[in-house]
């Protein structure tokens, strides 16, 4: 399937593709929807699984995403290619707070202050590959978890997305000087929780 | 370029979000400068760390989200079917069509003679009445749901007027008012509601939820009200059934028969609260809908952690005392 990401040289090919698709899917062709779904399931899936932190979780949720998305298809016009996917992490993000609210007593948040629970066993033999990947995923999703909710939305869409500000801002409603200081928070935080593996990852 | 300029663009330049000029600057000021330069690789390896965060779906993840849209396709194309039979069946006659519009024009012309000729006979009346009531009588009251009440008041016993006869269900008896069949429940439902509406009496019966949300305000009105008890209903007791071996089937078939009503009635709700505006009430509806989806779907021979699952959602969603509360 062709891209519909960012703006490039191709943008308007990749528009008209994307508004087929569209149009298709809005007559019911279930392949076509199917394409956009296969373009956009890993990112709408990991960006609500970097809110959320389940996986069994983000996985429903992603599912409960694709599912409104297609029960709205009628009501969406491109005028961008870049709509597409602010609109479908905007649904996202709809789906996973109205879950986050609803678990949050029950989330279980790791302080600030505990720096046991970020650090790896120096005991422990040194892990392979996988198993440094695994560990990492661990420690970013547990950082990720101190961040606030907008500070935390505002990161997974800039640095795990890589979407724009304009973007962010559609997607969050955000002001850009909102956005920019709540960025900057939670780069600066994530960077302090991050410090002893981003020195691990330069020797790697 | 200065060090404040490249470090606001420092990430666009990162993402390839820069436009060929200011990637070019950018480049330039990074070569130049050694604290630009130290930042540029430290968010280089911060990116690497998280590009190498990324969870992918499998490919039967797609399957789970076509189930679904299935499962919704199915239910709208049920409801809609025998709509669709008809217009299927019509062709453009112009005939046929002519025919029709002459037909309408003669309903409309009857309609409006029938109307004017009843208050033609209406007005008559009153005015014979008048004329042959004594002076100084009280006037003949006119107002429907006074006779309704002073029928009912005829046709009881004195102890009909005290509160052990009343319905605890104050839902029941709004319905009954609404059809007129037991007048005694319609008075006391509507004194009720009075009371309620000037800020009197509070309700005391624990059960009365119909009544007070239809009394919460004009935009819920009482099928909505009804509905939202029912489902309540149905998701309190599936949330709380042991659901036993021996009646294990028939317990699970009544809840799967109860929920593939609700769905129906649900999807019709949610439509009308979305035309009306009704923002709170449809997006209640739709927080709904996926359960009543799930219990209507669940097999006979389902196990438990199917029906674990579904629980598991309902804890997770909340959604009880979201009904409960709404």
Redesign the interface.
């Given at each position: 399937m062709m891209s519909v990401g960012k703006l490039g040289l191709y943008a308007h090919t990749r528009l008209s593709s994307a508004e087929a698709l569209l149009d298709r899917a809005r007559q019911g062709d279930e392949e076509a929807f199917s394409l956009l779904f296969e373009h956009y399931a890993n990112s709408v899936f990991n960006f609500i699984y970097r809110l959320i932190g389940e996986r069994e979780a983000a996985e429903d949720l992603t599912q409960e995403t694709f599912v409104r998305a297609y029960r709205k298809l009628g009501a969406l016009r491109l005028h961008d290619d870049t709509q597409l996917s602010t609109w479908l992490f905007s649904i996202a993000k709809n789906v996973a707070r109205e879950s986050f609210r609803s678990r949050r007593t029950a989330q279980k948040r790791i302080a600030l202050e505990d720096p046991a629970a970020l650090t790896l066993s120096g005991n422990e033999p040194q892990p392979d590959e996988q198993l440094w990947d695994k560990e990492i995923n661990r420690i970013v999703q547990r950082a990720l978890e101190t961040l606030d909710d907008d500070k935390r939305l505002v990161f997974t869409l800039r640095v795990f997305q890589q979407q724009t500000y304009e973007e962010i801002a559609i997607v969050t409603g955000f002001s850009l000087p909102k956005l920019k200081a709540d960025l900057n928070r939670a780069r600066t935080q994530m960077r302090s929780l991050l410090r002893p593996y981003l020195e691990e990852n330069h020797e790697l | 370029m200065n060090c404040k300029e490249c470090l606001s663009l420092l990430?666009?330049y990162l993402?390839r979000?820069l436009n060929a000029t200011a990637d070019k600057q950018l480049a330039t000021h990074l070569g130049a400068c050694e604290v630009c330069a130290g930042e540029y690789s430290?968010r280089r390896?911060?990116?690497?760390?998280?590009a190498?965060?990324?969870?992918?779906?499998g490919p039967e993840?797609?399957a789970?989200?076509?189930a679904?849209?299935q499962q919704?396709?199915g239910l709208r194309s049920e409801m809609l079917a025998p709509l669709a039979a008809l217009w299927s069946g019509f062709r453009f006659n112009p005939a046929l069509a002519a025919a029709a519009g002459c037909l309408v024009l003669v309903c409309l012309a009857a309609l409006s003679l029938y109307v004017g000729t009843r208050s033609e006979t209406g007005r008559a009346t009153t005015a014979e009445r008048q004329d042959k009531q004594p002076l100084g009588a009280a006037p003949a009251k006119q107002d429907n749901t006074v006779q309704v009440l002073e029928a009912g008041e005829k046709s009881k016993s004195p102890l009909d007027h005290s509160e052990q006869n009343v319905p605890r269900h104050t839902g029941l008896a709004l319905k009954r008012a609404s059809s007129g069949r037991a007048p005694v429940a319609s008075e006391y439902a509507m004194k009720r509601i009075e009371e309620r509406a000037s800020g009197g009496e509070v309700l005391a019966e624990p059960n009365s939820l119909l009544a007070a949300r239809t009394n919460i305000g004009s935009d819920l009105d009482a099928d909505s009200a009804r509905h939202i008890e029912r489902a309540e209903m149905l998701l309190r007791s599936f949330k709380n059934s042991r659901f036993l071996p021996a009646a294990y089937t028939s317990e699970l078939n009544y809840e799967r028969r109860l929920s593939k009503d609700l769905v129906g009635s649900n999807i019709l709700l949610r439509r009308d609260a979305e035309l009306a505006g009704n923002v709170a009430l449809a997006r209640l509806l739709d927080?709904l809908e996926?359960f009543l989806l799930e219990i209507a779907n669940l097999q006979e021979n389902s196990g438990r952690k199917e029906i674990r699952l579904v629980r598991e959602?309902l804890m997770?969603?909340?959604i009880i005392a979201a009904l409960q509360s709404f």
């Open positions: - | 990430e666009d993402y979000q430290l390896s911060e990116q690497k760390i998280y190498g965060c990324e969870v992918r779906v993840f797609w789970g989200v076509q679904r849209i919704e396709k927080r996926p959602g997770r969603e909340q």
